[in-house]
């Protein structure tokens, strides 16, 4: 067993690492399609004002269970119960997060493998391997099987080396990677036909809009999916900080960078959707409406590379490759919930039970994999729609009614010994006890 846990090695790290978590297909593909479908800036402007709002008081509950309880999500929300029902209370939200980011890790691989293989492509492009990029480019099982495995083994390569050496030290290197590339991209795009138009249509928000009930559930879902909250994760990440960092500025950052990650994705794909609409690419219906929601990063966006003409192979790879290092990062995190807990309560190394968690993941992505039609959907509503709101509002009622205030008062000042006198601490609690509950409650109600 174990003994040793690890920490984050600095507030820089922690940072990337959570932000990686963070930040993932949610951001840069989700948001901008949500943006797209939800009548542009309207659904920016809810998106903002609910992840402040609302996620990051959530962001906050489960980062703070974690650094109080400094063990795997079901041992630290356990240590704050006083009962036996609470304490299984605290089982079924903790080990619900386990399963429900294993089950996402089972989806998301698929994805990543899909985003893999588009980045590959471009390569086997320009070294004229034309076998290669035919099979690269055509869907088909194998290709799938192979690449979803290929992204399975590098997330457990990286947990497998624990906290410092592994989840730190490779968010501190794709993080910077993926903003670099994304920046890169828009300049480009920005000098495109189009562009403009595109801006427009993300920046100027229609107001009328903004209150219609669909449009804010959809932004509160995309924002809690963004943010990684109901998965046990952010618990998890939440042990890893020291208790001598300040847990509401570190929340503060952490939520600072998913929305601006998000925000500046939708710079690049809102407007390289109306410059792809320049170029001849069929996007929205005669209604509006965009014509291929969920699968349009793999059919407009390629077009537009195509239209390129030969620098189309090189925006390509860098913005396929863009999306493999935000699902990378990501991915690694939902793999440590569960292999934490494996580690701390079953007395198996880390190294063995990342390898085992990897195997039963890798099964259930080849379940999905195997019956796509019933599955793939079916997995995807039961993890974001319906099991990380709830178990989401859960960490909040967790800490709004069954944490001792003056308990979480100190927990909360390691770090941070002004928070009684901040803004902070007179809203927060408050909020986590009501409004938190209720709005996500909400968001859950209407999903059914
Ligand atoms: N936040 C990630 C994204 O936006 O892509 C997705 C995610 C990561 C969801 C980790 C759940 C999780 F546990």
Known sequence: MSNVRGEFSS???????????????????????????????????????????LAYPALMAELVIGRHGQANAVSSLQKLTTSPWQKKFAFFVGFGGIICAGLILSFYAIVAGWMFSATIEPITAITSM????????????????IFTGLFIVLTVLIISKGVENGIEKWSKRLMPALLGILFALIAY??????????????LVPDFSSILNPELLVNALGQAFFSLSLGTSVMIIYGSYISKRENLVSLG???????????????????????VAQAQGVEIFAADGSLLSEDTLVFQVLPALFDSMGDIGLF???????LMSIAALTSSISMLEAPVSYAVEKFALGRVQATWIIGALVSLVSLTILLNFAAL???????????????????????????????????????????????????????YIRFVCPVAIAAVFLNSL
């Not at 034309?130 to 099987?145: G, M, V, Y």
């Not at 795009?189 to 189009?194: A, L, S």
């Not at 925006?315 to 490759?321: I, L």
């Open 189 to 202: 795009v920005m000098t495109q036909e189009g562009a403009v138009t595109g801006l427009k249509a993300y």
């Open 11 to 53: 507030r820089f790290g922690f940072i990337m690492a959570a932000a990686g978590s963070a930040v993932g297909l949610g951001n840069i593909w989700g948001f901008p399609t949500q943006t797209a479908s939800n009548g542009g800036a309207a659904f920016v402007l809810a998106y903002l004002v609910l992840a402040f709002c």
């Open 376 to 430: 793939f959907g079916f997995v995807v509503s039961i993890t974001t729609k319906f099991g990380q709101p709830l178990l989401g509002m859960l960490c909040c009622v967790f800490v709004g009614w069954l944490w001792h205030r003056g308990k979480l008062l100190k927990e909360i000042s390691e770090g941070c010994e002004q928070v009684e006198h901040t803004v902070f601490w007179k809203i927060w609690p408050w």
């Open 315 to 321: 925006v390509g790879f860098a913005f396929f490759a």
């Open 252 to 274: 503060a950052f952490v939520t600072l960078i998913d929305v601006f990650i998000a925000f500046v994705a939708g710079l690049l794909i809102i407007p390289a959707m109306y």
């Open 130 to 145: 034309d076998n290669a990029t035919l099979w690269l480019s055509e869907q088909s099982l194998t290709r799938d099987i």
